[in-house]
């Protein structure tokens, strides 16, 4: 019997880059939140491991063997093999935790057909910065690299979200290696919402930089009743928060009139 799974679009409400590290990787305070969208994987018991990239943006994945989901498989003990059907709906190198997030949900799967070990925190992290907060899939802070999880309140859960991304890939170390090494502060306030209003992405400027269509992304959604316009990890999406459903829908029809080259999609907060 096939087991599905979504792996939930990831973003970042608040990104405060701290300082550089001697190891090159960066101390950060992300606040993660999850969509309640993004890829859809099928999976099903197998003599070996194996994964099928099909959707939008499979083209731009790669080979099987090196994206983040099979990695998850070869990091993880099992009785038998397992087969990844991988529909890709989120653009790569996003901001979105695309590959993070199809690791998350290939934890999940195996976690509900046949456990996790106890070190699954460990092994998540090896995979990458994000991974571990994207198996739960529910709002935190990271802090670290961002691998040290603390559990947030839910109260932003069914919160309108509009994702937007021009269409232009970003590639994560090129962004970071722009930021300008200035500490501005450490995620200020005692709710999730409040947290968020007062927080910034320090990438934004190094990504604008790189990719200045992001701004134009910027501008569109923050002349919306939007109360909360950012964007996402070392972008190049950007998302907006509403208090409605139908203002979300509104301004993505209009969006998609306007610049029919950028990618949509909607969804809520997990």
Not at 62 to 67: A, E, H, Q, V
Not at 203 to 209: Q, V
Not at 256 to 269: A, C, P, S
Request: hydrophobic share 40%.
């Amino acid at each position: 019997m096939p087991v599905t799974d979504i792996a939930y679009a990831k973003i970042n409400l608040a990104l405060h880059v701290r300082g550089r590290r001697e190891d090159g990787y960066h101390d950060l305070e992300s606040l993660f939140a999850f969509v309640d969208n993004g890829d859809l994987l099928t999976a099903r018991p197998a003599e070996v491991d194996a994964l099928d990239q099909q959707g939008e943006f499979a083209g731009a994945m790669g080979l099987p063997f090196g994206n983040l989901a099979m990695k998850a498989l070869t990091v993880l003990p099992r009785a038998t093999g397992i087969e990844v059907t991988l529909e890709k709906n989120l653009p790569v190198a996003a901001g979105l935790g695309g590959g993070s997030a199809d690791a998350g949900a290939v934890f999940r799967i195996v976690r509900g057909m046949y456990g996790l070990p106890d070190d699954w925190h460990d092994r998540a992290a090896k995979l990458g910065a994000d991974v571990p907060a994207c198996v739960e899939s529910k709002t935190c802070i990271g802090r670290g690299t961002g691998t040290e999880l603390e559990a947030a309140d839910d109260s932003l859960a069914g919160t309108p979200v509009l994702l937007v991304n021009p269409r232009e890939p970003l590639a994560t170390a090129n962004v970071f290696a722009g930021w300008d090494g200035k500490d501005r502060g450490p995620l200020n306030g005692e709710t999730i919402r409040e947290m968020s209003t007062n927080g910034r992405n320090d990438l934004e400027r190094p990504a604008i930089s790189l990719v200045p269509v992001i701004a134009d992304v910027l501008a569109a959604l923050r002349d919306t009743n939007a109360w909360l316009v950012r964007m996402s990890g070392s972008g190049a999406t950007c998302f907006a928060l509403f208090d409605s459903e139908d203002e979300r829908n509104g301004v993505q029809r209009s969006i998609n009139k306007r610049h029919r080259d950028w990618w949509t999609m909607t969804g809520r907060l997990r």
